[in-house]
């Protein structure tokens, strides 16, 4: 076998400009896989980041919510939520696992900038949340990509009555001004209320309305009136001081958006009724653990008999999905080219090789080497040519991503608002790095065994009449 | 029939050989029959043309006749597959070509120790036997050169020794002189003989060269695909 080793490694040097033109092709193929293959790893593990961050690893919903909940998410409360909590918080099997665990309440309704300079007003999508919990959430950087966030200053544990909204609905309800928003002009005058027709206003909404703004208005933030519907049906008002905007990436989510303190949310779906949340949202340490955890959960509450329903964040964003998919088509159509040009570089060396060697393999076979042997030695070939070149390829890919990841590149990844930190995350995921490698090794070692077989079908006395 | 005992090295019977090219067919032998004794310094000569490399080619086991049988150490050739053939020519057949056909990227140590490894000799007696061998053929000074550092009579001490360092039953040597000066054509024949005698190989030479053919022990004249003569000793 040795023997074999060496001449294969001989006959590489033998023809060395020869051999070094296809390990360049096989090197460019490694190349340009591991570095898409790591961009891509950076945009999978960037995206899966974003999410858990921002919903966690597993989100639990009463049954129904997923399909039917977003239309009226105050009927789909969890009854007795902290019961739940400490029965997942507690759970021998999931607590090691969680990171973080916490209520949330999504609720929908109309807010509302009824200030004297303002008369605005726009539906909304609202989420009542946990800020401390949420800042934890934030710091989840697993895959170590620099996207640990810092705690959110406008939120905040103490003061329930704080809220954020998107960027696109400031503007919408006039706040551009209040909240300092570069960027960001001010209403038309025909949304001035001195321009407006407005509608005559019910009596007991406007008292609502008017006491939170005399209470808000002694907090010097921009006050905002937010109008639902509870889950009993009637309808409730209350106040949100705005400690700022942040940009959602999509316009749609921006022009919408409202975070609060989880007591405000439930105030006003629930009021004095039962405070129940949407959902329990856990944040786990690592994502290999989502499978073990969810099966967990399920037969936790399959146990208990609680009619809940657990989701992945893969299933709460299909965007996710979309751009796993997306990405990997266009990583596979990459490899796919790669592996053609691969195919084809070696295929000729080694037909050449073949066609120069016919003697030498004439007198070997003559010798005594079966035709198996003439085989192996041709596949061996080919396969150290490929992993010759798809090892010096690997080299410069890991070169090229530590040269960018330290050139402090950023970009804008899709769905989001703010610029991210570009790294190459070539070593990211070895699964992937390992499997390029070795692709292209085989697609080499395949591509030898085309000419490798002519050679050993060459008749003894034809190879050595060649000239 | 053959006249020669039943212990022949070689043993052929009208044996044929026919190429075809396209649609012509060329009769390159024409049912021969002779037997070649063991340990004999046999000579296969005639006019270019005349057969003699086809002939060397069936007895080296490297290719089959058309019609006969070949009888190379008592096997009889065509009736063996193509793996089992390559094994017998691994065991009994070492082959001493006109080119010298030294595996180029191999030391000239590397090139005599191939055909030991390809007949599972074990690691140290391996050793033992090349630089044996090497040294019966007086290049164990130069046996990590590559065939590429080598003089032309040292490329055909290396394919003899290369030959001989399995002790194979029969060595085939097709012009092993042709590409030689008179006086290294002289020592390689010279070194060939010694070393015939000395491990009793039977040695079949294709040859034109007379001071080859001074040496033989028999030798077989072909023409036109016949044998047109045998005779003890070396033809005048």
Not at chain 2, 169 to 178: F, K
Request: proline share 5%; net charge neutral; with cysteine.
């Amino acid at each position: 076998m040795s023997l074999l080793f060496r001449i294969a490694f001989r006959n590489i040097l033998r023809n060395r400009r020869r051999s070094a033109m296809t390990s360049s092709a096989v090197a460019a193929g490694a190349l340009a896989m591991l570095l898409f293959g790591g961009f891509t790893s950076y945009i999978f593990a960037g995206l899966e980041t974003n999410n858990v961050q921002r919903i966690g690893h597993l989100t639990v919903f009463r049954a129904g919510y997923f399909l039917f909940g977003a239309g009226n998410p105050a009927a789909y409360g969890i009854d007795h939520y902290r019961d739940v909590l400490t029965l997942i918080g507690t759970d021998p099997v999931l607590k090691p696992m969680i990171n973080v665990l916490t209520p949330t309440q999504s609720l929908v309704g109309i807010a509302g900038n009824f200030s004297d300079e303002v008369d605005a007003s726009k539906t909304f999508l609202g989420v009542g949340l946990i800020p401390s919990d949420r800042d934890r959430m934030r710091q989840w950087d697993q895959f170590q990509i620099g996207a640990a966030r810092p705690p959110d200053p406008l939120l905040s544990d103490r003061d329930e009555t704080r809220g954020v909204m998107g960027f696109g609905l400031a503007r919408i309800l006039g706040l551009c001004a209040r909240l300092g928003l570069a960027d960001c002009p001010p209403l038309p005058e025909a949304e001035r209320p001195a321009n407006k027709i407005v509608a005559a206003v019910d009596p007991d909404i406007a008292g609502l309305a008017q006491r939170d703004v005399e209470v808000g208005a002694a907090s010097g933030a921009p006050q905002i009136q937010l109008l639902a519907a509870t889950a009993g049906g009637a309808p409730n008002v209350v106040s949100l001081a705005v400690s700022g905007a942040e940009p959602q990436g999509v316009k749609e989510l921006d022009d919408n958006y409202v975070a609060m303190h989880l007591a405000l949310a439930q105030q006003l779906v629930y009021g004095r009724g039962e405070h129940k949340v949407t959902a329990i949202e856990l944040q786990l340490h690592r994502s290999q653990d989502l499978p073990a955890a969810r099966a967990r959960l399920v037969s936790l509450f399959g146990e208990h008999h609680l009619d809940l329903d657990v989701r992945d964040f893969g299933e709460l964003t299909p965007f996710y999905g979309q751009v796993v998919r997306l990405f990997s088509a266009i990583f596979l159509f990459i490899a796919l080219v790669m592996g053609v040009i691969v195919l084809f570089a070696v295929v000729n060396t080694m037909t050449m090789n073949v066609m120069e060697r016919t003697n030498e393999i004439g007198t070997i076979r003559a010798m005594g080497v079966r035709r198996g042997g003439i085989r192996r030695q041709f596949i061996l070939e080919g396969a150290l040519i490929g992993a010759i070149g798809a090892t010096l390829g690997a080299l410069l890919a890991i070169a090229i991503a530590l040269l960018v990841n330290r050139a402090g590149l950023t970009w804008v990844p899709p769905g989001n608002a703010s610029p991210s930190p570009l790294y190459l995350y070539v070593l990211g995921r070895p699964g992937r790095a390992i499997g390029a490698w070795l692709g292209l090794v085989l697609v080499a070692t395949f591509a030898a065994l085309i000419p490798a077989n002519r050679a050993a079908r060459l008749p003894v006395v034809d190879a050595l009449r060649h000239v | 029939m053959p006249e020669t005992d039943r212990a022949a090295a070689v043993r052929l019977t009208e044996v044929t050989k026919t190429y075809r090219t396209g649609a012509i067919e060329v009769a390159a032998l024409r049912g021969i029959s002779f037997d070649i004794p063991p340990h004999s310094f046999s000579m296969v000569v005639g006019p270019s043309g005349s057969g003699k490399t086809t002939l060397l080619n069936l007895v080296g086991c490297i290719d089959a006749p058309t019609t006969g049988t070949v009888e190379v150490c008592g096997e009889k050739i065509g009736e063996l597959e193509d793996n089992a053939l390559t094994d017998f020519r691994a065991r009994n057949v070492g082959f001493v070509f006109q080119g010298f056909s030294l595996v180029p990227v191999l030391s000239a140590y590397e090139n005599v120790e191939y055909p030991l490894l390809l007949i599972g000799v074990p690691a140290a007696q391996r050793r033992e036997r090349t630089l044996a061998m090497l040294d019966a053929v007086g290049l164990k000074d130069q046996s990590r050169q590559r065939p590429n550092e080598l003089s032309g009579g040292q490329k055909q001490r290396v394919a003899i020794a290369r030959a001989l360092v399995k002790e194979p039953t029969l060595v085939l040597a097709d012009e092993p002189t042709a590409n030689l000066d008179t006086e290294t054509g002289a020592a390689i024949i010279e070194l060939m003989h010694r070393v015939q005698t000395r491990f009793h190989t039977t040695f079949v030479f294709s040859t034109h060269d007379p001071q080859l053919m001074s040496h033989a022990d028999e030798t077989f004249v072909i023409r036109d695909g016949r044998l047109v003569e045998h005779k003890a000793g070396a033809v005048q």
